[in-house]
């Protein structure tokens, strides 16, 4: 069963937010929208089935909690669930605030309080926060007379969420746990809707800590190991292999067990470990030497990890394990050449 499979709308606030600064307008209304159970149904899909990340944000401010607008708004409609309408419009005049920059399209706000939302094993109530901006041309075709009539309209896929975040009522000390989707905006203007208008980091949990470990392991083995030492490409990618191996072969983390069986040198370990140190400080990184290890997270980061060789134009390498299957070496006449063992040919 999928959470939209569970949940149910219990309000709805629709309203229209343009871009500030090209003039656009604010458009509030006056009360909620009444539903049917059909269109109930088709709207919660809709706004729940593109959330299939396991990673969680939370609200923060960088002085109080309680300064961040969307945070208090939506604290206050769980506490009030009937009041959800008038903390709406609160919520849409701040969003037009951060609609500031050139590139970020108008469109309809939707403010809706679901119940019976499933996170962590428990069922929750959630507020949920969705902007459409992008509209696609369909067809209408029905019978006229004894032919069929074409016509085109302009309207919103169902299919594909623009842009929304779930915010589940557990945690609230916390910033609530929260989860977003943002499938319009790639550059700076994307900055607007998690960082400006939502403002939320991500939760410093599971998923976090197995995420940016494996960040920090690609980085080190591509980026800094051939600065310190003569590596070839074929030693990076055992590497890389035999770190997300760790990854998937262990529910738990640690960081001892972890140096031990992927760097194994010890002069390795200590360049890992001081580049852990010198990244974490860098960006504001808190992580344990030991955590369990979120599934959903390696899953996202092993699709990064490509251990590839390339060889001028001619010829990509995939090792996909046993680096002793696979020797390096330079010809009389200079060229440099790759030997590969197999056992069978797929």
């Not at 607007?192 to 690609?218: A, S």
Request: proline letters at 2%; charged letters at 30%.
């Amino acid at each position: 069963m999928s959470a939209a499979d569970s949940s149910e709308i219990l309000g709805l606030s629709i309203h229209h937010v343009g871009n500030k600064n090209a003039d656009e307008s604010l458009l509030t209304t006056k009360s909620t929208i009444r539903l049917n159970e059909e269109l109930s149904g088709m709207l919660t899909r809709y706004f729940i089935n593109s959330f299939k990340s396991q990673e969680y944000y939370n609200f923060y401010h960088e002085s109080d909690l309680e300064m961040n607008e969307v945070f208090v708004y939506t604290k206050r409609i769980f506490e009030d669930p009937d009041a959800m309408h008038e903390h709406s419009v609160n919520i849409a005049k701040h969003l037009y605030e951060k609609s500031g920059h050139p590139k970020i399209k108008g469109g309809e706000f939707y403010t809706v309080y679901f119940r019976n939302c499933f996170i962590n094993n428990e069922t929750v109530d959630a507020v949920g926060l969705f902007k459409s901006e992008n509209r696609e041309t369909f067809l209408k075709v029905y019978p006229f007379g004894d032919a069929y009539k074409v016509e085109t309209d302009q309207g919103i896929n169902i299919n594909k969420l623009d842009k929304g975040c779930l915010i589940f009522n557990v945690a609230e000390e916390n910033g609530y746990m929260v989860s977003v989707v943002d499938n319009t905006n790639k550059g700076a203007e994307a900055l607007y809707w998690i960082d400006d208008f939502l403002h939320v980091r991500p939760r410093r949990d599971e998923y976090y800590n197995t995420q940016n470990l494996l960040t920090i392991c690609k980085n080190f083995v591509t980026n800094e190991l051939p600065q310190q030492y003569e590596v070839s490409k074929a030693d990076q990618a055992d590497l890389l292999n035999k770190s997300v191996k760790f990854f998937k072969e262990n529910e738990q983390f640690n960081l001892k067990e972890f140096s031990k069986e992927v760097m194994e040198e010890p002069e390795l370990i200590k360049s890992f470990n001081k580049y852990k140190k010198n990244y974490q400080e860098e960006f504001d990184i808190e992580l344990q030497d030991s955590f369990a290890i979120s599934e959903g997270a390696v899953k996202k980061q092993a699709r990064i990890f490509k251990s590839v060789i390339k060889l001028d134009k001619n010829f990509h390498i995939y090792i996909h394990g046993n680096r002793n299957m696979i020797e390096q070496g330079v010809d009389e006449k200079g060229r440099k050449y790759y030997i590969i063992y197999y056992q069978e040919e797929n």
